[in-house]
């Protein structure tokens, strides 16, 4: 996710001078992080360009690059609260079930005390490819098609059976954390700086006004 700050007009019947700055998320970085293997059945991490298909508040279907698979009170599949979409909708598993994820998305659920050999499929991940130029970031860190590209690809992305996925294994951020500190340091110092010279041209202004006022 990408921060920004932008100047935002404000409206009414005096003169347009006014602005405020509201903080805004202008896009995000889609470098692939790091991966971290947990050995959990549930985490996936996807191929780059790869994402997966959730079930948004209102009933549309998002996208998250967040493997991280979670089993809600009632069996669903979810990511972040989010119902995860298999190829057929949101996926359900058999309570206290042993749950595996293939390589191809594929789910298969053992029940408890069945032998190894019933293990039997529950559904398939939806899994899609976008661009990070095709979707944007909502307020809820779901990914939805941007306008434009659902000119072109219609309103939903298509499921891509070339896609795989890493069972075991969480993608990590991409964030430099020192590079990061040392862009947090030297802003600060920007900051110091311009506030000096401000500080040092109101002294100017006022030894002026001193000077004039003598004269």
């Known amino acids: 996710q990408l921060n920004a700050l932008r100047a935002v007009p404000v409206e009414g019947l ?4 006014r602005t405020l ?10 470098t692939p992080g790091k991966m971290d293997y947990t050995s959990r059945p549930l985490d996936v991490a996807l191929q780059q360009d790869g994402w997966l298909a959730v079930q948004t508040a209102d009933g549309s279907e998002g996208y998250t690059r967040n493997g991280s698979i979670q089993v809600d009170p009632t069996g669903q599949l979810t990511i972040q609260g989010h119902p995860v979409i298999g190829e057929a909708g949101p996926i359900a598993v058999p309570e206290g079930a042993e749950i595996t994820i293939a390589a191809d998305g594929t789910i298969s659920a053992l029940n408890p005390g069945d032998p ?7 559904g398939r991940l939806k899994l899609v490819k976008a661009t990070g130029s095709e979707v944007q970031r909502g307020d809820d860190g779901i990914f939805r098609l941007s306008a434009e590209s659902q000119a072109t690809r219609g309103p939903v992305l298509q499921a891509d059976p070339t ?6 294994v969480l993608e990590g951020s991409n964030v430099n954390a020192v590079a990061a500190m040392s862009d947090m340091i ?3 110092r920007r900051f110091e700086m311009q506030m000096k010279v401000i500080s040092s041209v109101d002294d100017n202004a006022g030894r002026a006004n001193q000077l004039l006022s003598m004269s």
Do not use: E, I, K
């Open 21 to 30: 700055v509201t903080a805004s998320t202008p896009g995000a970085d889609m």
């Open 14 to 17: 005096s003169l347009p001078t």
């Open 186 to 188: 030297a802003s600060a």
């Open 163 to 168: 896609l795989r996925v890493m069972s075991g």
């Open 116 to 122: 190894a050999n019933t293990v039997a499929p529950v």
